[in-house]
């Protein structure tokens, strides 16, 4: 079973060692690990039209350019769906897989953890359909969005999920009961969770790194 991850780089701290713990914490439960890049998405005929229209929304909506890192967020799912027609897996590279196993994902895709997309499963064709609804949902919901846009610091594709629930929940598969999986088989070391682990924040990626680090080692 294949999972694919996205990186661009975008100046974050020691990624490519980061990407490499997230390839061993994988191929160790007997997945086939691929990283994708900016060069994959552009392969992709939505490609420059993708591009536009996300600017477009995110000015609209947030009355400032879309930055790299969210262009990146955006473009992972576009990447994906240039891929061979074949269930797969994704996931962010600082989703560690402890003990989670191939199994064939639902047939739809799905998204594993709420609204947050770090681990999604699905085909390629289901990859595009969320690009394109990116777009025309965000349009439908604009007005809304940019009322809503003082409670966001920005317009990401979590963000598309999260203020535009209605529409997810009726076209997406998205797992509410998650805690099976997160924390006894994989575990995500987000921003987030760091941030709850240390004091100074100019540190995180830094020790992203040693706490995972800790973490498989605990866990052998």
């Known amino acids: 079973m294949k999972i694919y991850t996205y990186y661009d780089n975008i100046n974050f701290f020691n990624q490519k060692e ?29 490609y420059d039209e993708f591009v536009y229209e996300l600017n477009r929304m995110h000015n609209t909506i947030k009355n400032k350019p ?15 769906s240039n891929q061979n027609d074949e269930l797969f897996y994704t996931s962010d590279y600082d989703v560690i897989n402890l003990s989670l196993k191939p199994e064939q994902p639902i047939e739809d895709i799905h998204f594993m953890d709420r609204y947050c997309p770090c681990f999604v499963s699905g085909r390629p064709k289901y ?15 604009i007005h809304i969005l ?15 999920l999260d203020q535009n629930k209605e529409y997810v929940h009726n076209n997406y598969s998205i797992s509410m009961d998650y805690e099976n999986l997160w ?38």
């Open 18 to 46: 980061l990407i490499g713990l997230w390839e061993k914490s994988w191929n160790n439960n007997g997945f086939e690990t691929i990283v994708l890049s900016k060069e994959d998405a552009k392969k992709h005929e939505y």
């Open 66 to 80: 879309l930055a790299e890192y969210g262009l990146s967020c955006y473009l992972r799912w576009l990447a994906y």
């Open 127 to 141: 990859f595009e359909k969320f690009c394109r609804d990116i777009v025309s949902v965000t349009d439908t919901n």
């Open 146 to 160: 940019k009322k809503k846009s003082d409670s966001m610091y920005w317009y990401h594709d979590q963000e598309f």
């Open 183 to 220: 924390n006894s088989k994989i575990k995500h070391f987000s921003r987030h969770y760091v941030y709850s682990k240390i004091t100074n924040r100019d540190e995180t990626d830094k020790y992203r790194l040693i706490l995972i680090k800790e973490f498989l080692n605990e866990n052998k």
